[in-house]
């Protein structure tokens, strides 16, 4: 059974910085791009972060571009996102994924990890 469980969140003022975990278990993610995605309440889920499937390039929304970064281990069955300079608008549950080939379509999701960033 494949799991993706993420830790991590939490409340943070605005300025701050948080690192979210990502840890994936029940098959290997050899060929799968490790990624996390986000959403805000009354929005649609938007991609912020992933590592390819390769594991040798990172990749950023525009808007986390430069203050957050992804990295992995364990030949990506963990994943983290250290976001800094976080704002309100980065209030959202975040979620981890597992996208094949980088397809820009996950196969597996964890179930999320709430960050609520206060003005």
């Known amino acids: 059974q494949v799991q993706l469980v993420e830790s991590g969140g939490g409340l943070v003022e605005a300025g701050g910085s948080l690192r979210l975990t990502c840890v994936a278990s029940g098959r290997s993610f050899k060929n799968y791009a490790m990624v996390w995605y986000r959403q805000a309440p009354g929005k649609e889920r938007e991609f912020v972060a992933g590592?390819?499937?390769?594991?040798?390039?990172?990749y950023y929304a525009d808007s986390v571009r430069g203050r957050s970064t992804v990295s992995s281990a364990n030949d990506k069955s963990t994943l983290y996102l250290q976001l800094n300079s976080l704002q309100p608008e980065d209030t959202a549950v975040y979620y981890c994924?597992?996208?094949?080939?980088?397809?820009?379509?996950?196969?597996?999701w964890g179930q999320g990890t709430q960050v609520t960033v206060s003005p």
């Open positions: 994924a597992a996208d094949p080939y980088e397809s820009g379509t996950p196969e597996y």
């Open positions: 590592v390819s499937w390769s594991g040798g390039r990172t």
